[in-house]
């Protein structure tokens, strides 16, 4: 692990269903501090590996509102808020299994 690199734990609501999958990844700051890279999916319950491909997030504001968007395409999602979330967290210091 280096500075800036850690884990982070979230749950994923699954589409149109009241189920969630339990996921940890780890994350990176990027060396200008402007966003994170998010990587090695696993499923928290089983550490198996989850097939989602490494991706980039940061945080904006837009109003009085902030919001974890995707760098590429500059929308949120159930996931980026999710990662954003648990980022957050991890930062508080309320999820420290780095």
Same mark, same amino acid.
């Given at each position: ?7 982070? !734990? ?6 149109? @269903? #009241? ?15 402007? %966003?994170?890279?998010?990587?090695? %999916? !696993?499923?928290?319950?089983?550490? *198996?590996?989850?097939?989602?491909? @490494? ?6 504001? !837009?109003? *009085?509102? @902030? ?12 996931? @980026? ?7 957050? #967290?991890?930062?508080?210091?309320? *999820?420290?299994?780095?």
């Amino acid at each position: 692990m280096t500075p800036g690199d850690f884990t982070i !734990r979230f749950s994923l609501p699954l589409d149109d @269903s #009241a189920l969630s999958a339990n996921i940890s990844a780890r994350a990176e700051i990027s060396p200008c501090r402007s %966003f994170y890279l998010v990587h090695s %999916f !696993r499923n928290s319950n089983t550490n *198996n590996p989850v097939h989602l491909e @490494s991706l980039s997030v940061k945080k904006i504001t !837009r109003g *009085n509102k @902030s919001y974890w968007i995707h760098t590429d395409s500059e929308l949120p999602s159930a996931l @980026s808020m999710a990662i954003g979330s648990s980022i957050e #967290a991890v930062m508080a210091g309320n *999820n420290m299994d780095a």
